[in-house]
């Protein structure tokens, strides 16, 4: 088990362009979830992933942001057109299929954005 | 829509003491799981301890406790035998076990400072 892993880990960018971030769950895990963290606050939930469908999105994923989960494996979240406001903290989840679990969400390190 | 509030933003206490740090949420569910996650500086977020709403018994996880007040919605952790290791900012975390939308609602953290 290695355990969520995100790349890349920090990312900086200029305001108005576009990053991708990525994130390779628990290989036996085939739910995924992305948040977000900004400083001095918890997580706030973006969307979230069963297999390769997205089956719920937050009001708080602009449509500048797209996730995607091809395959049902590895997923990467895009943010078009950045904004100072975007920079955050945005970590990847995982968790195991309903039933075999009690709803527990395995968190990767993060990826740290500034957008300057 | 669910919430949870940490009413502590920081907490302190002295090695080897006992410390509590508190949580109470608001759902109109009777099915769900809370959780509490440490999240060291500049660490990723980890699982401390889960307990599902439809046991009554409280969970324990070695030095970590949680008491489970279904009714008033109060969802507390007791940490015995404070060690240095445990500084870290602590989150408390609902989400619904009925299917469909499983983000993680969390709190705004409690930051524990341990005193040597």
């Known amino acids: 088990d290695t355990g969520v892993s995100q790349d890349p880990r920090h990312k900086i960018t200029k305001r108005g362009q576009n990053v991708t971030f990525r994130c390779d769950p628990i290989?036996?895990?085939?739910?995924l979830y992305w948040y977000r963290q900004t400083l001095g606050q918890g997580p706030e939930f973006l969307t979230y992933?069963?297999?390769?469908?997205?089956?719920?999105k937050s009001r708080l994923l602009s449509d500048r942001f797209s996730a995607e989960r091809p395959k049902g494996s590895f997923s990467t979240l895009e943010i078009q057109r950045t904004e100072q406001g975007d920079s955050a903290m945005y970590l990847c989840?995982?968790?195991?299929?309903?039933?075999?679990?009690?709803?527990?969400?395995?968190f990767g390190p993060g990826t740290r954005l500034t957008v300057t | 829509a669910q919430t949870v509030t940490q009413s502590q933003p920081e907490m302190s206490v002295q090695e080897a003491e006992t410390v509590t740090l508190s949580c109470t949420y608001d759902?109109?569910?009777?099915?769900?799981?809370l959780f509490w996650y440490k999240q060291p500086p500049s660490r990723q977020m980890i699982l401390v301890i889960r307990?599902?709403?439809?046991?009554?018994q409280n969970a324990t996880e070695n030095r970590f406790s949680v008491n489970f007040q279904k009714a008033a919605k109060s969802f507390s952790l007791k940490i015995s035998d404070s060690q240095l290791g445990d500084a870290a900012m602590y989150f408390c975390?609902?989400?619904?076990?009925?299917?469909?939308?499983?983000?993680?609602?969390f709190g705004k953290g409690t930051h524990l400072i341990i005193q040597p």
């Open positions: 290989s036996e895990h085939n739910r």
């Open positions: 759902t109109s569910e009777s099915d769900y799981y």
């Open positions: 307990q599902e709403a439809y046991k009554q």
């Open positions: 992933f069963q297999n390769e469908a997205q089956l719920e």
């Open positions: 975390a609902y989400t619904y076990s009925g299917g469909g939308a499983d983000g993680l609602t």
């Open positions: 989840a995982s968790s195991k299929p309903p039933g075999q679990g009690a709803g527990e969400q395995y």
